[in-house]
């Protein structure tokens, strides 16, 4: 039965060939993107690992090396983080970090590639005088988190590391941030992970759609056969052998094609900053247990759906040639979508506490509406298609509805990977273009924006007297202002305090309340504000001007007008003051929250316009699948008078139909559940998303409304007058 099952799929004709390539390409590309996924995962925790060494500063003691003093502090550029580390060895047996091949002595450095490429196209003034010394070789892969990574290796004398507020160390960190307390430099590698997942599912749920799909490629024809064969004494064992080599066969070979489609888009998938930053792709690899679980478990899997499949066939081949309209999809699958949405709106005004409570009140919320729209996909399916039925005034109308509302689940089946890929994107984008909104980036023309500050924090000693505040600092070409704020005597409130007659000059800044003398500020002339409004008004300090003036530095602010200015103020400030926290903007600060956010929408994107398609071939198989069952039902029909444009328009309409409404519903209900949970965790009103969302939903569906349409001219040829003829 083997070699007969193998013969039949190989040699059975024009028909056969055809579905043992669609099945195969389905499985290559559904092989493809579980691999990708995979691998992504994996990257994650390669690249977590590559972050350990930085976390150096906790590592405990070791007595194979000798001893060093270790810094790590974080600088910026263009709003871009420099991870800068500052060394200086106790002996000849100092540990060395990966990707050096020596330790840098006082006065050398070691950068990486990305940062030499950044210091050898800016001013010096603006990067390069902020690093002393001179660079002496180029940080190896093995030491960067990312090819894209901007760090540098100083060297210094121990003096030097221990004014900067080093520490000693004596061996390098080994452990990932998530495999060590007190980790501070990493990825959130759970979190991470459970995005990925959401990803993966997303993405795998339409493929894996498809994969079923094509596996049901001409199935009534296929059943027929069988059914034919076990009325003339074939045994239900030897129908399921060789519908068991069928897809075993399709399936290793698309499994095959699949390892093949994931090495192709490997060099792709590592350019793609999942994580912020680009992948080594290396780091895109796939373990023996990944390989051994995909190349068993999808054909495994084929196998068992091709069992599953010929359950009617076992049961009753004479069935199979008698159809049965099966029974209506019942109203109860509407519970678990209403009772999803309820959970959600429960929680408005009663957020549970703790991150555990809040992750497992509205996960489950949302895992329930998407459970509820797949299972209430062909319930809703069926009463569009009695509402088009019931109103139609035209013959492809009535006949598309009364189809679609006699196999409702079949309409739906096709378009039920595009429900979760539409509501993951309508959820995902909803949600970070409310939260961007309200605590993203500021706009890049606003004061956060514009200005920077460095604050003498009084753990790394006693500020600067008055003199010690760079002269040229006022003179840099666009700068637009300096102002030395002063630390408040008043241990209430802000730690800063300004006299009202400066500040009416710093009027972007915010202003004094009417009839004040001076007012609390914070350090860095911004604090906790609106940052999407310029107008702020700071309250009254208590201290009179003359003690103002009298007190320490607590910080220096300096507003400009240029990118450029803005970068040779803080290097200035970084030559005067090398100690403490690096001067940054509140923009830098926000900027690394509202990458990520944006990166998470992005993803959201590639759900989006990988889907669609993926969606669209759904469809398109399912047509070409129904087309050749019905071939001859269409040749009656052709034979009896009906227009050829009135059978493309009923399949149009039963393509097109269970599309735009699983669309229209899917990302209803992600904008609503969206809005349920800003509102229960934040209190934010949903913003609509962007024009580009917009654009993609619209791009994505014509896409595969395209992929339908080419299917149309199948009808001309396949619904001929010699179909109808009587063998």
């Keep these: 039965m083997i070699r007969f099952g193998?013969?039949?799929?190989?040699?059975?004709?024009?028909?056969?060939a055809t579905r043992l390539a669609v099945i195969a390409a389905a499985v290559a590309l559904g092989v493809g993107m579980l691999l990708a996924s995979v691998a992504?995962?994996?990257?994650?925790?390669?690249?977590?690992?590559?972050?350990?060494?930085?976390?150096?500063?906790i590592a405990p003691q070791s007595a194979e090396h000798d001893a060093m003093w270790w810094t790590v502090r974080e600088d910026y550029f263009h709003a871009r983080s420099i991870g800068r580390v500052e060394v200086a060895a106790l002996g000849?047996?100092?540990?060395?970090?990966?990707?050096?091949?020596?330790?840098p002595a006082a006065g050398e450095y070691y950068a990486s590639p990305a940062l030499v490429d950044l210091l050898a196209s800016t001013p010096p003034a603006e990067l390069r005088d902020r690093f002393p010394g001179r660079q002496v070789g180029v940080i190896a892969d093995e030491g960067l988190p990312s090819p894209d990574s901007l760090l540098i290796v100083i060297g210094r004398t121990p003096a030097e590391v221990e004014q900067l507020g080093g520490r000693q160390i004596t061996q390098i960190m080994a452990a990932e941030s998530a495999g060590c307390d007190g980790c501070f430099i990493g990825l959130n590698g759970d979190a991470m992970t459970l995005v990925l997942s959401v990803v993966a599912a997303a993405l795998l749920f339409p493929v894996l759609i498809f994969i079923a799909t094509a596996t049901r490629l001409a199935t009534t024809r296929r059943e027929k056969r069988f059914a034919?064969?076990?009325?003339?004494?074939?045994?239900?064992?030897?129908?399921?052998?060789?519908?068991?080599?069928?897809?075993?066969?399709?399936?290793?070979?698309?499994?095959l094609a699949g390892f093949g489609v994931f090495l192709g888009m490997r060099p792709v998938l590592a350019a793609i900053p999942f994580t912020?930053?680009?992948?080594?792709?290396?780091?895109?690899?796939?373990?023996?247990?990944?390989?051994?679980?995909?190349?068993?478990?999808?054909?495994?899997?084929?196998?068992?759906?091709?069992?599953?499949?010929?359950?009617?066939?076992?049961?009753?081949?004479?069935?199979?040639?008698r159809r049965v309209t099966p029974r209506p999809p019942r109203a109860w699958r509407l519970i678990p979508l209403v009772g999803g949405v309820l959970e959600l709106a429960w929680f408005i005004g009663r957020r549970p506490d703790g991150t555990d409570a809040q992750l497992t009140a509205y996960l489950s919320g949302f895992v329930l509406i998407l459970i509820g729209l797949v299972l209430a996909g062909p319930w809703l399916t069926m009463a569009g298609a009695r509402l088009l039925a019931g109103r139609a005034s035209?013959?492809?109308a009535l006949i598309a509805g009364r189809r679609l509302s006699d196999d409702?689940?079949?309409?739906?089946?096709?378009?039920?990977?595009?429900?979760?890929?539409?509501?993951?994107?309508?959820?995902?984008?909803?949600?970070i273009t409310t939260f961007v909104a309200n605590r993203g980036e500021p706009r890049t023309d606003s004061v956060a924006a514009t200005s920077l500050s460095k604050t003498f924090w009084q753990e790394d000693g006693a500020g600067p007297a008055l003199s010690q505040i760079p002269a040229g600092l006022a003179a840099i070409p666009g700068v637009r202002s300096v102002t030395l704020v002063r630390v408040n005597p008043d241990p209430d409130g802000w730690h800063g305090v300004v006299t009202c007659a400066e500040l009416a000059h710093l009027a972007r800044f915010g202003t004094c309340p009417a009839g004040a003398q001076t007012a609390a500020v914070a350090s860095d002339l911004l604090g906790v504000r609106d940052l999407t409004k310029d107008e702020h008004v700071w309250s009254a300090a208590t201290a009179t001007p003359a003690v103002v003036e009298a007190q320490p530095i607590l910080s220096v602010v300096v507003d400009t007008t240029s990118q450029s200015a803005f970068e040779r103020a803080r290097t200035m400030l970084e030559l005067a003051f090398p100690i403490g926290r690096f001067p940054a903007g509140v923009a830098e600060w926000e900027s690394n929250n509202a990458r990520q956010l944006v990166q998470f929408q992005q993803l959201a994107n590639v759900i989006m316009l990988a889907s669609l398609p993926v969606a669209g071939c759904s469809l398109a198989v399912s047509i070409a699948g129904g087309l050749s069952d019905r071939r001859?039902?269409?040749?009656?029909l052709r034979l009896t008078g009906v227009q050829l444009n009135t059978l493309r328009g009923v399949v149009a309409l039963e393509s097109v139909v269970p599309l735009a409404a699983a669309s229209v519903v899917a990302i209803g209900m992600g904008l609503l559940a969206s809005h349920l949970f800003l509102q229960a965790q934040l209190g934010y009103e949903l913003l609509a998303p962007g024009p580009s969302f917009y654009l993609m939903v619209g791009g994505g569906l014509a896409v595969s409304l395209a992929i339908i349409a080419s299917t149309l001219p199948l009808l001309r040829r396949i619904t001929g007058p010699e179909v109808a003829r009587n063998e």
């Design 276 to 321: 912020g930053e680009p992948f080594f792709a290396a780091d895109l690899s796939l373990d023996p247990v990944d390989v051994l679980l995909v190349a068993l478990g999808i054909p495994l899997g084929a196998v068992v759906a091709a069992l599953l499949a010929l359950r009617r066939v076992r049961i009753s081949p004479l069935g199979v040639s």
């Design 408 to 431: 409702p689940r079949a309409g739906f089946r096709s378009v039920s990977g595009l429900i979760v890929a539409l509501f993951v994107t309508s959820v995902a984008t909803g949600t």
């Design 92 to 103: 000849p047996a100092a540990p060395v970090p990966p990707g050096l091949p020596r330790l």
């Design 632 to 636: 001859r039902p269409f040749s009656m």
């Design 40 to 57: 992504g995962m994996n990257a994650v925790g390669a690249q977590n690992q590559r972050y350990a060494w930085l976390n150096s500063a």
């Design 6 to 16: 193998i013969r039949m799929s190989l040699a059975g004709g024009r028909e056969a």
């Design 228 to 255: 034919a064969m076990r009325l003339i004494g074939a045994t239900p064992r030897q129908i399921s052998v060789i519908a068991a080599v069928e897809s075993t066969l399709a399936a290793a070979v698309g499994t």
């Design 394 to 396: 035209r013959p492809a």
